[in-house]
């Protein structure tokens, strides 16, 4: 079977519903009680518990990004503020955050996940990432965006 990023979601939530009721049931022990002092052993189970919840939300984002399709255009953005790079001797920098980028080959495919469906005014789709949508966003007219569920 394949493993979805929806699973590992839905093994999360049960580690915090799981967490929330130890810490109810800790909870519920009146303060200063027998019960109370041994309940700690419980509590750290608890804590134990928000931690793989954490992990297995973490473990959903990275199988994701794996899954993902990359958006393939075969021309360099920066993820979160589009079409802002500028080149020289091999080397790409965004103009808003400074970020830098070094490609071997100009005109690498991005490898971005895919995250948006493009729609232009004569009905072609393209699937892209969040910084070619920006770059497209700026330029293109009569285009419709619509976001992709996350799988
Ligand atoms: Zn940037
Ligand atoms: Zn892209």
Redesign the pocket.
């Known amino acids: 079977m394949t493993v979805t990023p929806a699973h590992l979601r839905a093994l999360a939530s049960r580690a915090e519903a799981l967490t929330a009721e130890v810490r109810a049931l800790c909870d519920s022990a009146p303060n200063g009680s027998p019960e109370r002092e041994h309940l700690a052993v419980a509590g750290q189970a608890a804590n134990w518990l928000a931690r793989g919840a954490e992990d297995l939300q973490r473990a959903a984002t990275d199988l994701a990004r794996i899954q993902a399709q990359p958006c393939g255009l075969p021309w360099s953005v920066?993820p979160?503020?589009g079409n802002?790079l500028s080149s020289s001797a091999g080397v790409s920098t965004?103009r808003?955050?400074r970020?830098t980028w070094n490609y071997s080959r100009p005109g690498e495919p991005c490898k971005e996940p895919v995250t948006w469906k493009v729609i232009d005014r004569a009905g072609t789709e393209t699937r892209m990432c969040d910084g070619h949508v920006l770059g497209a966003r700026a330029a293109a007219q009569g285009v419709t965006f619509l976001r992709l569920e996350q799988p």
């Open positions: 920066c979160e503020h802002t965004c808003v955050c970020r």
